[in-house]
């Protein structure tokens, strides 16, 4: 089994190697191998661990090894540990081979292929480490199974399915790929939901099509991935339009409040807007709304966007949707901008912060 195990890692090695060679920018000539010092260690190995085996004389029956006597345990026993660290010192080596070459791979499938391919080689390790336990039955009954047993099984299954996996990595990369992205997708587009709905509820406007249809439509002959991408690319255009249509509603200290519990931007860019919804319903109902700065911009205005992707873009509205919906800061920036508003006096968390309740964000209440 081990030699099988060892088969296959050096199977999906080479099955890799031709996509590996375009990557790595090798230099001719400079590559390094075994050479001849690997090559007389594995030979000394070899011999060492069949001389072993002969001097204990083992004899077998009923799918056991069994031996007689101190000295022939010792030297089956001996012959296990040998091979065992054999096995160690060649499955360190190939891991880290593979794993040096992986890490200057950039992102794809044959990198994905490479670290399957260790992960197998590191499952291995594991494997050789058990047989450990054959080592110590040897010197105590002087019997050694010759079946597996039902932890080297495992182990030895996980090996195998992983290094197969790593070398046709380049077959079923491509295929899996757009499910992958079309779930991710999702899970994104879920979780803009909570800030979408509520900027879509103040202000109907920024909605490009009706709220019903949330991965685009199967006549358009895109395939369910480009439908999802399409529907995430529209919800952060939203998103953003409705950012735009707060602005006359932002309370400048907001962002000042939300710096005396926390530095995380993306609170901040949910309180604002937090604070910003709450204004312009007010507004919309004839009460202490704020008045209009005809679109200019201030200090609390949220982040303009980061990146330069979609996925950068949709990765950061997703923190800040999130924070919108469960974030107690931004809960507290509520209360204290309706307290603001109603001339409540402030909230119980200034007070206990020991702020001046007439103060905020350095002007006086209104």
Known sequence: MFALTAAALSLGHRALG???AGHLRHEAGRGRGVGAPGRAVSLLFFVLCAGLFMLARPRCSDELLTVHGWPERAALAASDLVYTVYLLWGLAVFIRLIAHHSGRIGAGAVRAGLRLIVMSAAVGVLWALWSVEDVAGV??????????????????????VLGALGATTTAWWAPAAGPAQWLRTRRTHRALRPLWSALCEAAPEICLTRPGVLLGSPRTGMGPASRAQFALYR?????????????????????????E??????????????????????????????????????????????????????????????????????????????????????????????????????????
């Open 235 to 259: 919800r952060v255009i939203e998103i953003r339009d409705g950012c735009l249509a707060m602005r006359p509603h932002v309370h400048p200290g907001v962002p000042a409040w939300v710096a």
């Open 139 to 160: 010197l105590l009954t002087g019997r050694q199974d010759i079946d597996e047993d039902s932890v080297s099984i495992m182990l030895s299954s996980a090996c195998l």
């Open 261 to 366: 519990q926390t530095e995380d931007a993306a609170v901040r860019d949910a309180a604002v807007l937090a604070v910003a919804l709450d204004r312009a319903a007010e507004s919309a109902k004839g009460g202490h709304g704020s008045p209009s700065r005809d679109g200019r911009a201030t200090q609390a205005e949220v982040s303009p966007g980061v990146g330069g992707s979609l996925d950068d873009e949709a990765a950061w509205l997703s923190r800040v949707s999130r924070a919108f919906a469960s974030s107690p800061v931004v809960g507290e920036c509520r209360a204290r901008a309706r307290a603001e508003r109603t001339g409540s006096g402030g909230v119980p968390g200034e007070r206990r912060r020991g702020g001046d309740p007439q103060e905020d964000g350095g002007r006086p209440v209104s």
């Open 18 to 20: 031709r996509r590996t």
